[in-house]
């Protein structure tokens, strides 16, 4: 399974209009070589640079397994929205408090949907895609505090 998007590369910044004070618009992603037999894509985007620990920027799950892009800002029908640490509902871009931060996107393929209210958050998700999980993939990009402002 491989993750990518056409906003940013592996490694590089995140555009500035994916950041919470700066348009908060979700990327997009595409995936692809998703594996015979899944039945959903679950998606966690998170800041592991956070002062506080790990910080979840965006939680979403059930998203079709035929998916094979996710538009920017964009959510299909079927797929639900787990919080983030902002205690939002849905995407909450990057507002790192100094330095460069790292966005890591995980994508994962599953062999079921998940049975999840909406509001659920990454470690409810994680929990429940433990041994679901037939294949992932990773996109990671920058964003840095002197960009936020």
């Not at 919470?20 to 998606?43: M, T, Y």
């Not at 592991?48 to 620990?53: C, F, L, Q, R, T």
């Not at 996710?70 to 330095?99: C, F, M, Q, T």
Request: charged share 25%; aromatic share 8%.
């Amino acid at each position: 399974m491989k993750l990518s998007s056409t906003a940013f590369n592996r490694g590089d910044p995140l555009p500035r209009k994916y950041a919470k004070e700066h348009g908060n618009v979700s990327p997009p992603l595409s995936f692809a070589e998703v594996p015979d037999g899944a039945k959903s894509i679950a998606l966690i985007m998170n800041d592991p640079d956070a002062p506080s620990g790990t910080f979840t920027h965006w939680v979403t799950f059930n998203l079709p397994a035929e998916l094979r892009e996710l538009r920017e800002n964009e959510i299909p029908a079927g797929a639900i929205l787990g919080k983030n640490d902002y205690g939002d509902v849905g995407y909450g871009g990057p507002r790192p408090p100094s330095g460069i931060h790292r966005y890591f996107f995980h994508a994962y393929a599953l062999d079921t949907k998940l049975k999840l209210p909406a509001g659920a958050s990454a470690s409810d998700v994680e929990q429940a895609l433990e041994t679901h999980v037939l294949e992932n993939a990773e996109l990671m990009g920058r964003f840095s505090a002197e960009r936020s402002g």
